[in-house]
């Protein structure tokens, strides 16, 4: 009892002589004032060996939890409790070695979002094989919308789909995401898409761009009509077709929403290719069957997607409020048979196109949409000059149109599509990247379906 006195008696006489006792801990570089704290434990725990001194240094008092880090040769273990708790937060998912300086930056790529799109890159090629560069664009996150596109050679699939995804019609067309159809690809009469080009948006939804679906019939109307056809479809007809229904099935079980373009109203051959595209369309994989050539699917289980009939070029006669029924009465007659879901998801009567008709002023309305020509809004912007004895009033006034402006429909038609439904494509809940591979998974059954390689016997 005699020691502790005289060492606390003489504080300002060792305090001049020693400073660092007090503030040993704090000095890092010191290595010898560090072994005074634990001299002087080792009176309190007579009992235990050296080594049993250091384990009950650092708990004791606050101060000597700092010098255990830069000795870790006399207790590695005390090392490793104070950090391990720093490393498993830092480090959660990006490995256990990485340096902490990495670990930030680490982290911060990965919460960044992929890489903005700037063109189209291409899912299948012009051989019908499979291409992987897509999934660099893809995120593990649940909220898509994927949308394909059908329609006959020259209709403006590339147009629409691309002022649907990232252009505006004031945007020159050849910086376009899908390109469109060039003066000289019209002249020879052959299609600038080839295959199916993907493209995906900030707003994650994925814009699917395929070449024109032609059949049999298809290629004898074009032959009758004098249309040229490129080399390319200088092949069987059985071939050709099945190209179109390898696409056509396709899309039909990867989107949520497939929209058919035409240009003029309407081809009945557009029609039976479409049903027989459902007919071969691959069956909804079950939970405990995931083979995709397996045909014991309910029908109440088997997925279809929103199918949109999109009127391209469309004349200002076809927006009479009697014709429009007629279009309707037809294309619900002519799908009156199919499972897809051809009506009541989209609506021009509510999007207030046609203001004075009334809501069930339509017996059956379908997904039928009416989009002008792009060119009409040069041609209404310059109306004739009045002629001579006629008012000036006339003269500054617009000229009809009959029909919203070309702007003003896209519009529309974005809005509608994109507040569309997003039901599930298989029986699980597919993020992107599953969506991807879901998606290889059905092209490569399409290619090895026995239901098109049935119907193309058939046929030859």
């Known amino acids: 009892m005699q020691k502790t006195p005289i060492i606390l008696s003489k504080p300002p006489a060792e305090r001049s002589k020693q400073p660092p006792p007090p503030t040993a801990p704090a000095a890092p570089p010191a290595p010898a004032p560090l072994e005074k704290p634990i001299v002087l434990m080792k009176p309190r725990e007579e009992g235990k060996g050296p080594a049993a001194a250091t384990t009950t240094s650092t708990p004791e008092g606050a101060a000597p939890a700092p010098p255990a880090a830069p000795a870790p040769p006399k207790g590695e273990k005390e090392g490793q409790r104070p950090t391990q708790p720093v490393y498993q937060i830092q480090n959660r998912g990006m490995g256990t070695a990485a340096p902490a300086a990495m670990d930030p930056v680490v982290g911060q790529a990965k919460l960044l979002p992929p890489e903005r799109m700037k063109h189209s890159i291409k899912l299948v090629d012009d051989q019908m094989n499979w291409c992987d560069s897509a999934i660099e664009y893809l995120l593990d996150q649940t909220d898509v919308l994927v949308v394909g ?6 209709t403006g699939k590339s147009m629409v789909m691309s002022l649907l995804s990232a252009n505006t019609p004031e945007e020159d067309q050849r910086a376009y995401v899908f390109r469109a159809q060039s003066a000289e690809m019209k002249e020879r009469g052959g299609n600038q898409t080839s295959g199916i080009d993907f493209f995906i948006t900030q707003e994650r939804i994925v814009f699917l761009d395929t070449q024109p679906i032609l059949s049999p019939s298809i290629l004898d109307h074009l032959i009758n009509n004098d249309r040229k056809l490129p080399p390319e479809y200088n092949l069987p007809h059985t071939y050709v077709e099945m190209q179109s229904l390898q696409i056509a099935a396709f899309l039909f079980t990867v989107c949520h929403v497939v929209i058919v373009v035409q240009d003029w109203f309407t081809d009945l051959s557009l029609y039976r290719f479409l049903q027989t595209a459902e007919m071969v369309k691959p069956s909804t994989p079950s939970p405990s069957h995931e083979s995709s050539t397996s045909s014991g699917s309910d029908e109440g289980t088997e997925y279809y997607p929103h199918l949109v009939f999109l009127q391209n070029k469309a004349r200002r006669e076809d927006f009479c409020p009697r014709k429009l029924r007629q279009m309707h009465l037809m294309i619900d007659q002519l799908m009156a048979h199919s499972h897809l879901r051809y009506k009541g998801t989209l609506s021009m009567l509510q999007c207030n196109v046609f203001p004075g008709l009334p809501p069930d002023f339509l017996d059956s309305e379908v997904n039928l949409f009416l989009v002008p020509f792009m060119d ?11 002629g001579p004895g006629s008012s000036p009033l006339f003269s500054l006034l617009p000229g009809y149109r009959g029909h919203p402006s070309f702007q003003s429909l896209v519009s529309k038609l974005r809005s509608q599509v ?20 879901y998606a290889a998974r059905i092209w490569d059954g399409v290619k090895k379906s026995s239901a098109l390689a049935e119907y193309s016997r058939l046929l030859a």
Do not use: C, D, Y
Request: proline share 8%; glycine share 6%; aromatic share 6%.
């Open 149 to 154: 596109v059908l329609g006959l050679q020259g």
């Open 418 to 437: 994109m507040s569309m439904a997003r039901p599930q494509l298989s029986h699980t809940i597919l993020t992107e990247k599953n969506w991807f591979h």
């Open 376 to 386: 009409s809004e040069a041609e209404s912007e310059n109306p004739p000059r009045a």
